[in-house]
């Protein structure tokens, strides 16, 4: 369908007054140009906007609508992908409806239509495509001086140049020409920014489902935690996690802007005064067999890595501890001093040095379990207090 776009400039006995009008004719006298007057139609909503009363426009108009209503759904990996679908139809959709518009254009006003489609069709399939960002909706805003794509291709100063001769056939087909790139080419704009407005966190969706399980990790797979090892923790997480770093930090993983974050959880664990018991192995001396002892243990200060799997449901972890042991009956000493080494999430393997009053100091074995995994010491508030710092709200 071929729509003529007829320019008029209303005057006044007191000055120039230009009408919310989207079917005016050529300028009178040298008070505006007809790029100015394009520019004045598409600040009044004629291109696309709300005085776009063109087919394409509200075809486009009502897939925005629908992608708009989403807005307040909490949206899944298969809604983002049916957005972009959507999005990429409605690309596809202004293409075609572009290509229709050569045929009442000049062969240079061709050139410019055909450029603009072919940017219409690849865009709507990188959009189409999952693991592709959508399209810079940006790019299809004209500037002000009637300029697309990026200021690739201008139409404002073609249309002046078409118009030398005065209101001639090929100046009123230059004006429907560039009337028809301006209107796709914001309609491309404002499909594409509302995509991205409605689903500016979908596409982090697999991301947060990532974070919330490495969380469980860190609290159910990490060390257990006393109350005061909680504190420490949280006092260096809430200076150093991501979203205390500025946007320009580099290397930072968290999700969105320091205005709205989520971080990740922290990848390792100050181990401090850590209470426990083991059971203490010492072997045969002095003609004396082995010994078995149940001893009470403390991690006086220590540290545990977390690696966590790239899907965040699992992951390892590791690290050490200097350890004191307590044994309650002792016909030597009482103390121990050693070390342990924390080879999985269950199990730790230590080596200490005690006098068992068998002549001297002794090596001993130890191998703990983490006993405060039985005890689930840290609280569902205390998990989710230490996630908040993790959060800045907007």
Known sequence: ????????????CS????????????????????SQLLSIQRL????????????????IRKSKDAVGK???EVLTAEDYAALRN?????????AKSLKREEDSATDEWKQRIRLVAARLESAASQTALPDNQIFNAEEWKPDSGLAVLDGELRVGEPVDEDCKAGYTDACKSAQRSAGAILRHSLLANDMLGEVVRVARIVPKYRDLKVLDDKWTYYFEHGHSQYPWELF??????????????SDDDAGRSSIGSNANCFASPPNGQIILFHLDAAPEYAGSRNDEGSEFNAVALVEVIGYKWLKYAGDGSSGRTYGGSLIATVSPESSGKRVGWGAMVHLTEKFSVGIARRDLGRDGDETTWLV?????????????????????????NP
């Open 70 to 72: 989403l807005e307040e």
């Open 232 to 245: 420490v923790n949280q006092a260096i997480f809430s200076r150093s996690n991501d979203c205390s770093k």
């Open 44 to 59: 009044d909503g004629c291109f696309g906007g709300e005085n776009d009363d063109s087919e394409i426009a509200g075809s």
């Open 368 to 392: 703990s379990a983490d006993l405060g995994k039985l005890l689930d010491m840290t609280s569902l508030q205390e998990r989710l207090d230490f996630r908040k710092l993790a959060r800045t």
């Open 15 to 34: 000055g120039l007054g230009l009408a919310q009008d989207c079917a005016l004719p050529k300028p009178k006298g040298n008070l505006a140009t007809y």
């Open 1 to 12: 369908m071929t729509r003529t776009l007829v320019f008029v400039l209303l005057i006044t």
């Open 86 to 94: 959507q999005a990429a139809q409605a690309l596809m959709e202004l």
